[in-house]
C-alpha cells in the first residue's frame, strides 16, 4: 500500500517554527492534506513527539519517532525509530550544547501537549550543534534501531554537500532528503540513494500534500523504517 509522507515537519518547539505548529495541530493538517505517515523531526529535541504521536492516532496517522540533530559540524541528519523508547535513548545518548535560548533572537522553544496546551518552555537553545560529529550520529542512530537521512541535501544552510561537498560514500545513511525535487542533476549524481521528499515545514501550510508516497507492507513505523532501508520508492 501505499504511504504518502513527510517526514520532515518542525513543532513549535524549534525555535524558527510558528507557535500553531502544535503536536495536533501538525496532526489535524497532515491527515487533511492525505498523508499516512508523518515525522515531528525537532532540532536536538524530542520533547514534543509523544504528544505528535498521540494526536496520530486520533487520525489514523503513522508518526514516525524522529529528530533533526544538528552535528558538530552544522550538518543535518534526520534519525527516525521504529519505537518511541529508541528514540529517547538516542536523544540521551547525544551530548548538547547547553546555550540558554534568547526569544528575542531566535524565537520560543514551546513544549506542547496532545490537548495542545503548552507544557513547558524548553530554555537551553535548541539550533546549536551536538559533540558527534555527522559520523558518530548516524552510527549512533543505527546503534538504537534506528536510521539516519542525510536532511535537505541540495540546501546551503547546514547541508551536508554543502558543508562536506558532497555525502561521503562511508557514511552509513539509509536515505537522502532533496529539498527541492526539481533538481536533476543532483537526483541524477545521488540516484544510488533513495531519496526522500520532504516539506521541512516550519509552518501548518508548508506540511506536504499527498504527492510522494512510499510502498509499504502495513501501516505501521516497522513497515516504514523497513521500506526506507530496502529503499524502495
Ligand atoms: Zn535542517
Ligand atoms: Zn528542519
Redesign the pocket.
Known amino acids: 500500500m501505499k504511504a504518502f509522507y513527510d517526514f520532515?515537519i518542525?513543532s513549535a518547539l524549534?525555535p524558527c517554527a510558528d507557535d500553531d505548529m502544535t503536536p495536533l495541530n501538525i496532526a489535524a493538517a497532515a491527515s487533511l492534506k492525505g498523508l499516512n505517515a508523518i515525522a515531528v523531526?525537532d532540532?536536538n529535541s524530542v520533547k514534543n513527539v509523544e504528544a505528535a504521536m498521540e494526536c496520530g492516532k486520533d487520525f489514523n496517522l503513522i508518526v514516525i519517532p524522529a529528530m533533526?540533530v544538528q552535528t558538530s559540524e552544522d550538518i543535518?541528519l534526520l534519525a527516525l525509530f521504529e519505537r518511541y523508547e529508541d528514540l529517547l535513548a538516542f536523544d540521551q545518548s547525544l551530548i548538547k550544547t547547553k546555550i540558554k535560548n534568547k526569544e528575542e533572537v531566535f524565537g520560543n522553544q514551546l513544549i506542547i501537549d496532545q490537548d495542545n496546551k503548552i507544557a513547558g518552555i524548553e530554555e537551553y537553545l535548541l539550533i546549536a550543534g551536538v559533540k558527534q560529529n555527522v559520523y558518530e550520529t548516524a552510527e549512533l542512530a543505527k546503534r538504537y534501531g534506528g536510521i539516519a537521512i542525510a536532511?535537505?541535501i541540495d540546501r546551503v544552510y547546514n547541508g551536508i554537500v554543502a558543508i562536506l561537498g558532497s555525502v561521503p560514500k562511508d557514511l552509513d545513511i539509509a536515505a537522502v532528503e532533496i529539498y527541492d525535487e526539481n533538481n536533476k542533476e543532483l537526483r541524477d549524481y545521488y540516484s544510488n540513494y533513495l531519496q526522500l521528499f520532504n516539506s521541512?515545514a516550519h509552518r501548518l501550510q508548508d506540511i506536504n500534500s499527498a504527492k510522494h508516497y512510499l510502498e509499504i507492507e502495513e501501516m505501521s513505523a516497522r513497515a516504514v523504517l523497513k521500506a526506507i532501508k530496502e529503499g524502495k520508492n
Open positions: 520532515h518542525h524549534s523531526s532540532h533533526e543535518h536532511a535537505h521541512d
